[in-house]
């Protein structure tokens, strides 16, 4: 059964049925009048998590940040929790108390470390913060006095060379003194990130590894002993390159997509997004086409008309480049992304009618078999990464959920 439906004002279905499947309590046509979505496939998003899982013992933290990378995060979260994932990682306390509110209960990590005054909410909705400095550990440790609360867990987040965030080995002895001062806060996790974890022979995610390990030894002889330790992200954990951790934390591939060339061939994409031909016009040679005239007929040509932009997150670098799917065929991009519309070339499609099925990432099916505009595709087109190009896909296009 397929059951696709708006991610506002879905709830649970009776008892009797599949609990996972999510129902809509109403249609929501406000959304859903454009013809432009993103389709969500939540069996390939469980696929993906059992792929992860065979390729590490360790714990799973699922990164759900910037909306699950655009998937839509209570939904993705709630997937990932009845499949058994271990815990979640986001980067903004409002995106861990999001899942909070979305009635999830696993670990949720914190990854970014702003917390502003906000500690009363860190307590409150029991999220496990990551901290690097000594501020972090008062302000925490206060809020705990002060409320008569249990002691919070946290993990440490040691730089070793990403200059990003975390503690610098050589200030850590100050957090550790601070964690003695304070035993309201307790040190669950340590945990790094990689500069370079696609970095395929591993050299820069070794040395990283290793001032990790001196920092854990630190840390170990301080009388400490955090629980766990985590630094892979999906492209640390698919190419092996940091095994032996007791946590990874992947986020991009979880969502079909390999991070780097030659891993991951077993993921499959799980976002989909799809419109509509809504209006086509035959162009003599000479004339142009769209903002700035960027492109002109070089010879009779049919243009379509598809409506996302922009605005909807489809890179306006995508000007006179790439390619939608349309009746399994391709057809250009032609002239500049304008906000809310883009045009494509279907002069080689003579089928192509009003309402066709425009596929703007994803697979369609035709007399060529499957073809795919993949995340990487996009992301190459535009010269970006996949992890923008989904991030991108923007609040106007309504997200609907698919059970396979
Ligand atoms: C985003 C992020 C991840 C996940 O990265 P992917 O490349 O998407 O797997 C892991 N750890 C940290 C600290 C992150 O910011």
Redesign the pocket.
Known sequence: MVAAFPVEDFQRMSTDSPPRILRPKRAAPADAVRPTRAEVNLGNLRHNLRVLRKSTPAGIYA?L?ADAYGHGAPAVARTLERAQVDGF?V?LLEEAIELRNAGITRPVLV?GGYYGKAWDEVLASNVTPVIYDAAQIEGLALAVRYAGAAPVLAHVKIDTGMSRLGVRPNELTRILDALHRFPEVKLDGLMT?FAC?DDRAGSSVHDQLRIFDRATAVVRENGFTPRVRHAA???ALLLGTADGLDIV?????LYGVA?TSGVGEDLRAVMRVRSEIVALRDLEIGESAGYGWSWTAQRPSVLATVPIGYADGLPRALSNKGHFLVRGHRAPIVGAVSMDMVMIDVTDIPAAALRDEVVVLGSQDGPQGRLSVTTEDLAAWAGTIP?EILTNVSRRVPRFYREP
Do not use: L, Y
């Open positions: 990164v940040k990682a980067a990854m990130h974890a992200n999906s492209a934390r992947p986020g991009i591939a991070p992890w």
